[in-house]
């Protein structure tokens, strides 16, 4: 079976461990030119879903990304090295950044001995590990242009992040958070939840 996408003007292919719907749409190949996934499943692309406008899946060697059903990703940047997940019927847009790592040490130190290492390789590729949370988007979860949401959160079901927000903080259902770092600035009503 061809992992190639017709009439892609890119000459790659869909890694072979990824779990594409048969009904899902990928715009191109180039949307896995930073995945470098070795688990089993790597990615896990649902019914419907969409990825359009430079999405890319910038996955590490064990990480998984799952998008759920008719989710629409519009120029999204995924950073995963264990786990993001995003729930069904999602609408996240352009240069949004959801990351489960900030793929370097967290101390001073640990950084500084990373860099030194860094001239002495054969091949100049980072090699320091950074821990990694699993970033959670429930369902129905709408995020603005621009926003970043750090290594950990988990953002409720039916929530909303106004554009070039920050989220560091889990973020409840059914509320609108915005701003830098995001906080949550109205209450919204659910009116039909997921069955």
């Given at each position: 079976m061809t992992r190639r996408i017709p009439g892609d003007w890119f000459n790659g292919a869909i890694p072979d461990n990824v779990v594409l719907d048969e009904t899902a749409y990928v715009e191109t190949a180039f949307y896995f030119a930073d995945y470098s996934s070795q688990a089993e499943v790597g990615a896990r692309i649902?019914?419907?879903?969409?990825?359009?406008?430079?999405?890319?899946?910038?996955?590490?060697?064990?990480?998984?990304?799952?998008?759920?059903?008719?989710?629409?990703?519009?120029?999204?940047?995924?950073?995963?090295?264990?786990?993001?997940?995003?729930?069904?019927?999602?609408?996240?847009?352009?240069?949004?950044?959801?990351?489960?790592?900030?793929?370097?040490?967290?101390?001073?130190?640990?950084?500084?001995?990373?860099?030194?290492l860094l001239p002495r390789q054969t091949v100049r590729t980072w090699t320091c590990e950074a821990p990694a949370r699993p970033v959670r988007l429930e369902n129905n979860v709408w995020i603005g242009f621009g926003s970043c949401v750090l290594p950990g959160v988990t953002i409720g079901e039916g929530s909303v992040i106004g554009a070039r927000s920050v989220v560091a903080e889990d973020v409840p259902p059914y509320v609108v958070v915005a701003g830098n770092p995001a906080r949550i600035i109205r209450q919204l009503s659910p009116t039909a939840k997921e069955p």
């Amino acid at each position: 079976m061809t992992r190639r996408i017709p009439g892609d003007w890119f000459n790659g292919a869909i890694p072979d461990n990824v779990v594409l719907d048969e009904t899902a749409y990928v715009e191109t190949a180039f949307y896995f030119a930073d995945y470098s996934s070795q688990a089993e499943v790597g990615a896990r692309i649902g019914r419907g879903a969409s990825a359009y406008g430079g999405t890319m899946f910038d996955v590490g060697p064990k990480g998984l990304v799952e998008v759920g059903e008719f989710t629409l990703l519009n120029g999204v940047r995924i950073i995963c090295e264990a786990h993001v997940e995003i729930g069904s019927h999602c609408l996240i847009s352009w240069n949004t950044v959801l990351m489960d790592s900030y793929r370097v040490p967290t101390t001073a130190e640990d950084r500084r001995r990373c860099l030194q290492l860094l001239p002495r390789q054969t091949v100049r590729t980072w090699t320091c590990e950074a821990p990694a949370r699993p970033v959670r988007l429930e369902n129905n979860v709408w995020i603005g242009f621009g926003s970043c949401v750090l290594p950990g959160v988990t953002i409720g079901e039916g929530s909303v992040i106004g554009a070039r927000s920050v989220v560091a903080e889990d973020v409840p259902p059914y509320v609108v958070v915005a701003g830098n770092p995001a906080r949550i600035i109205r209450q919204l009503s659910p009116t039909a939840k997921e069955p």
